[in-house]
Every structure is written in C-alpha cells, then in structure tokens.
C-alpha cells in the first residue's frame, strides 16, 4: 500500500500561486509514476501533471506553461508549482502514484481562484 498525504491548497486570486506538496509513505519503493489529477464540480477528473520515476514530466494543455512539477527524492515528496492561476484552475486536486500497475490516491486538496 502507498499512503498519500496532500497539503497546499486554498483561495487564490486570479494571477496568483500556490504550491501543492504531496507526501508518499508506505511501500513506495518501485513507483513508477507521481501526479496530480483534478476534479472540478460535475465534471470528470483529469490529468494536470505527471512525473515518472526518470523524471519525464507530461503536462495538460491548459496548465502547460504555468504548471510545474518536480520532486524531492530524499523527502519523497512531489510539488505542483501553480502559477499565473485562471478561475477555471478551481478544482480538488488529487495526487496520484502509481506501482505495478495500481494506482492510489490521496484525499485531495481544494483549489479555489476567484477573486
């Protein structure tokens, strides 16, 4: 089992920051891939960053640009930088890992851009 514990989210206005933190515990050796997926309201949860165990990133299209991810190996720990954030950015933010081929995930985080 890998535990995942998000922290960082809140209200921003339009053309602000935030960082999202995400910690993983339990068994993590042999993950293969960290992210973050989000969920706005009645709409289905999608990709907004990926990182892989290489250090390949992915990103959506709508964040390319503003969004970064990275990653503190030692604290095994993924970031989402946010910037430049659009009311349309609003969403639960989920961190996903995924090892042999299951995925899990944390709780989520609430992401609020409204001015």
């Known amino acids: 089992q890998v535990q995942l514990l998000e922290s960082g989210g809140g209200l921003v206005q339009p053309g602000g920051s935030l960082r999202l933190s995400c910690s993983a515990s339990?068994?993590?050796?042999?993950?293969?891939?960290m992210g973050w997926y989000r969920q706005a309201p009645e709409k289905q949860r999608e990709l907004v960053a990926v990182?892989?165990?290489?250090?390949?990133?992915n990103f959506a299209a709508s964040v390319e640009g503003r969004f970064t991810i990275s990653r503190d190996i030692a604290k095994n720990t993924v970031y989402l930088q946010m910037n430049s954030l659009k009311p349309e950015d609003t969403a639960v933010y989920y961190c996903?890992?995924?090892?042999?081929?299951?995925?899990?995930w944390g709780k989520g985080t609430l992401v609020t851009v409204s001015s």
């Open positions: 339990g068994n993590i050796f042999s993950i293969t891939r």
């Open positions: 996903n890992a995924e090892r042999f081929n299951l995925n899990y």
């Open positions: 990182i892989t165990r290489a250090g390949t990133t």
